[in-house]
């Protein structure tokens, strides 16, 4: 049978990716929780956006070790610079319950995306579900659009950036 002839199925994540975000999201602080459940339900209820990609927290709650290992991609290690905090410095470090997290999409292939235009479409509805929540891509100069958290919880670091 051709695939053309098959009608359009959602992406879904298996029974051990779904136990994983269970895991992570509870490491979330419980606004920042709530915003994502809301934000999720609506893009599952969505009926283009359910069938172009279904959202997933890839991290929440990350070591000061796992910070450090990260800092060094593309400073010490080879890599593309993925983060300007050391350890002990970024949002994710802090907790749990973790005022940051960071999502990406299983396609219906299979696949992961962190395509730009579904993380702003899901930006917008993370925003709408509670003002407090930021958007990583709408940093002026580093932008970090898998990136979300809520304002009011510093880290040690400083700026804003993730
Ligand atoms: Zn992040």
Redesign the pocket.
């Known amino acids: 049978m051709a695939a053309s002839s098959r009608p359009a199925q959602p992406p879904l994540l298996s029974g051990k990716q779904t136990t994983l975000q269970a895991q992570r999201l509870g490491e979330a602080l419980p606004c920042l929780r709530a915003a994502y459940e809301q934000a999720l339900g609506r893009w599952l209820g969505d009926p283009v956006l359910r069938l172009v990609g279904v959202p997933f927290i890839t991290?929440c709650y990350r070591s000061a070790e796992r910070q450090n290992e990260l800092y060094a991609q593309g400073r010490t290690k080879p890599g593309l610079v993925v983060t300007y905090k050391r350890g002990g410095q970024s949002k994710?470090n802090l907790g749990p319950p973790t005022p940051?997290l960071?999502v990406a999409f299983r396609l219906a292939d299979g696949s992961v995306s962190w395509s730009g235009l579904l993380l702003s479409k899901f930006a917008r509805l993370m925003k709408y579900a509670d003002a407090r929540v930021v958007w990583?891509g709408d940093w002026p100069s580093f932008k970090?659009r898998?990136?979300f958290e809520v304002l009011g919880y510093e880290a040690k670091g400083g700026d804003e950036r993730?």
């Open positions: 991290e994710h940051a960071d990583g970090d898998p990136h993730g």
